[in-house]
């Protein structure tokens, strides 16, 4: 962390916890909850002329019911590839190619898997506060620094500090809030 002054250390560490909050955001959404949504497909990828593309650019992905998504590609030749990315995803579900688009049927899901699910969502959430701490980390390294070089006091340095934590208070808030909606989400029948 290159910061000239605690401001800035302050602001980039604010910044750096909300983005890890947003991909935690991302990250629960992917995590099927009993509801078709083509976020589910999120992050699949497609051989499209030679690169890998998502899959949502080369289809249109709808979400039929609560149960049904179907993946209908501007091009036909990309059923196969799109159907292989599917299967090697390994999301549970076995599409069927009816030679115009693909339907992806949701089995409703079970009380063991619901807890599959939630373990994933607590995992995520935990990968996400240990990213906040290790930037509280980075911060609180970079203003001891400016303290010990001189250019910042020790006052302004406990000031900052304080405020930082409570900076990381929020966030971690925040994840938490996060994973207590996705677990009653999961856990709604």
């Known amino acids: 962390m290159t910061a000239s002054t605690l401001e800035e250390i302050m602001d980039h560490s604010a910044d ?3 983005k890890a909050i947003i991909h935690l955001e991302a990250e629960v959404l992917k995590i099927r909850a009993g509801k078709a949504t083509p976020q589910m497909l999120d992050g699949l990828v497609v051989e499209y002329y030679g690169s890998p593309t998502p899959i949502a650019q080369v289809a249109n992905i709808t979400s039929v019911d609560a149960r049904t998504l179907t993946i209908q590609p501007w091009e036909k030749n990309m059923l196969a590839p799109i159907e292989r990315s599917i299967m090697a995803a390994n999301i ?3 599409p069927q190619n009816d030679g115009v688009m693909i339907k992806l049927f949701l ?18 959430a935990e ?11 980075a911060a609180k390294e970079a203003m001891e620094k400016l303290e010990k070089d001189g250019k910042v006091g020790k006052d302004d340095l406990a000031r900052a500090e304080k405020e930082l ?25």
């Open 16 to 18: 750096h916890m909300s």
């Open 92 to 94: 549970g579900v076995t």
């Open 127 to 137: 990968d996400s506060k240990v990213s906040i701490r290790a930037i509280r980390r």
């Open 107 to 124: 089995p409703p899901l079970t009380e063991e898997r619901r807890k599959e699910f939630i373990k994933v969502a607590k995992g995520k």
């Open 165 to 189: 934590e409570k900076v990381t208070g929020e966030h971690t808030a925040k994840i938490d809030e996060l994973l207590k909606h996705k677990e009653a989400e999961l856990l709604e029948v």
